[in-house]
């Protein structure tokens, strides 16, 4: 399937993304000098921006697309939150299931950017252990609600206490009782059990924590093959795709690689929510029917669009079919 093809089957299909919601702040600037206090460059402070992260900019990539969009997740009662459910309504992205919370603080990331190189990041975030969808009152109704009303689904776990085991749990009951495609970006770290998804999406790093192989040394070929086998012998996902960075992407099916592509990036200015795109389009393209090569084709055009950009960004319906034609494919 084309990716023109694809592009045209997105604004009748709805996703719905669960996870982690940040809010990204951007302050831009410039250095002419080196403060006198310390041996650190002082940032002339130009402009500041705002847009979502985490789940939440899963959730604006699926949009940018034209898709129809719902997200769950949990935001404190704060200016930070409101900002957040503005940015994500002003995209026409349903935020029924955005939970505020009394005493919890949404998280943000400050990054500070000096014309195009990123000079420090300041995070703020509090702890989400008590504070995942499922202890908020009332939301195990909606949550099938939303999940009967979608497509497919998107788990997106930035190990900050959103997705626990009975969340996940409930999902994959839910997904597989409504019969939809269920997609999980894993933290290894959080030791969830998350077998039999519709789709995994690790980076390499991840991908060797959770076939329980080390880090090769410097030199060594990264074992492919065996972290395929291996997360298909633990997980058993119907489909794996491992982002490999500037190696590209590998597509496997039941622990075997089917398709290795190279990456479709010209030049890379920032991997800022570069997953988060990946996981967005491979999962909005099976929806839609594509074949797993197609749909990681698909993704890996969108993610070397956005990779090109400064900050966590999107890619737009127009920039794919420009990058489709720039690789010399449909």
């Given at each position: 399937?084309?990716?023109?093809?694809?592009?045209?089957k997105f604004?009748?299909?709805?996703i719905l993304?669960v996870?982690?919601?940040?809010l990204d702040h951007?302050?831009w600037?410039d250095?002419h000098?080196i403060s006198?206090?310390?041996?650190?460059?002082?940032?002339?402070?130009?402009?500041e921006?705002?847009?979502?992260?985490?789940a939440?900019?899963?959730?604006l990539?699926l949009?940018?697309?034209?898709?129809?969009?719902?997200v769950?997740?949990?935001?404190g009662?704060?200016?930070a939150?409101?900002k957040?459910?503005r940015?994500l309504?002003?995209k026409?992205i349903?935020a029924q299931?955005c939970?505020?919370?009394?005493g919890l603080?949404t998280?943000?990331?400050?990054?500070?950017?000096v014309r195009?190189?990123?000079?420090?990041?300041i995070?703020r975030?509090?702890?989400?252990?008590?504070?995942?969808?499922d202890?908020v009152?009332?939301?195990?109704e909606?949550?099938e609600?939303?999940i009967?009303?979608?497509?497919a689904?998107i788990l997106?776990?930035?190990a900050?206490?959103?997705?626990?085991?009975?969340?996940?749990?409930?999902?994959?009951?839910?997904?597989?009782?409504?019969g939809?495609?269920?997609?999980?970006?894993?933290?290894?770290?959080r030791?969830?059990?998350?077998q039999r998804?519709?789709l995994?999406?690790?980076?390499?790093h991840?991908?060797?924590?959770?076939?329980?192989?080390p880090?090769?040394?410097?030199?060594?070929?990264?074992p492919?093959?065996a972290?395929c086998?291996?997360?298909?012998?633990k997980?058993s996902?119907?489909l794996l795709?491992?982002?490999l960075?500037?190696?590209?992407?590998?597509v496997?099916?039941?622990?075997k690689v089917?398709?290795?592509?190279?990456?479709s990036?010209?030049?890379?200015?920032?991997?800022s929510?570069?997953?988060?795109?990946?996981?967005?389009?491979?999962?909005?393209?099976?929806?839609a029917?594509?074949?797993?090569?197609?749909?990681?084709?698909f993704?890996?055009?969108a993610?070397g669009?956005?990779?090109?950009?400064?900050?966590?960004?999107?890619?737009?319906?127009?920039?794919?079919?420009q990058?489709?034609?720039?690789?010399?494919?449909s």
């Amino acid at each position: 399937m084309t990716s023109a093809e694809l592009l045209g089957k997105f604004p009748s299909l709805k996703i719905l993304v669960v996870g982690d919601l940040m809010l990204d702040h951007y302050i831009w600037g410039d250095v002419h000098r080196i403060s006198p206090e310390a041996p650190v460059p002082v940032v002339q402070a130009m402009r500041e921006t705002h847009t979502a992260g985490g789940a939440a900019n899963v959730a604006l990539n699926l949009a940018s697309l034209g898709l129809g969009v719902s997200v769950c997740g949990s935001l404190g009662e704060d200016e930070a939150g409101e900002k957040l459910c503005r940015l994500l309504e002003e995209k026409g992205i349903d935020a029924q299931g955005c939970f505020k919370i009394d005493g919890l603080s949404t998280m943000v990331k400050t990054r500070v950017v000096v014309r195009t190189q990123q000079l420090c990041r300041i995070d703020r975030e509090a702890a989400r252990s008590a504070y995942g969808i499922d202890a908020v009152a009332g939301s195990g109704e909606l949550l099938e609600k939303l999940i009967a009303g979608c497509d497919a689904m998107i788990l997106s776990d930035y190990a900050k206490g959103v997705i626990t085991q009975e969340l996940m749990d409930r999902c994959f009951a839910l997904a597989a009782q409504h019969g939809k495609l269920l997609a999980v970006d894993p933290k290894p770290a959080r030791m969830l059990k998350f077998q039999r998804a519709g789709l995994m999406t690790p980076n390499r790093h991840e991908a060797l924590e959770l076939a329980g192989i080390p880090e090769p040394s410097l030199g060594e070929e990264y074992p492919l093959e065996a972290v395929c086998r291996n997360i298909h012998a633990k997980y058993s996902p119907e489909l794996l795709v491992v982002t490999l960075g500037a190696d590209g992407m590998v597509v496997s099916k039941e622990g075997k690689v089917i398709e290795v592509l190279q990456t479709s990036a010209r030049e890379v200015f920032d991997v800022s929510g570069a997953g988060d795109t990946v996981i967005a389009t491979l999962t909005c393209a099976l929806a839609a029917g594509a074949s797993p090569v197609d749909a990681a084709k698909f993704a890996n055009l969108a993610a070397g669009v956005v990779v090109s950009k400064v900050g966590t960004a999107t890619v737009s319906p127009d920039e794919i079919k420009q990058a489709a034609m720039k690789a010399d494919i449909s």
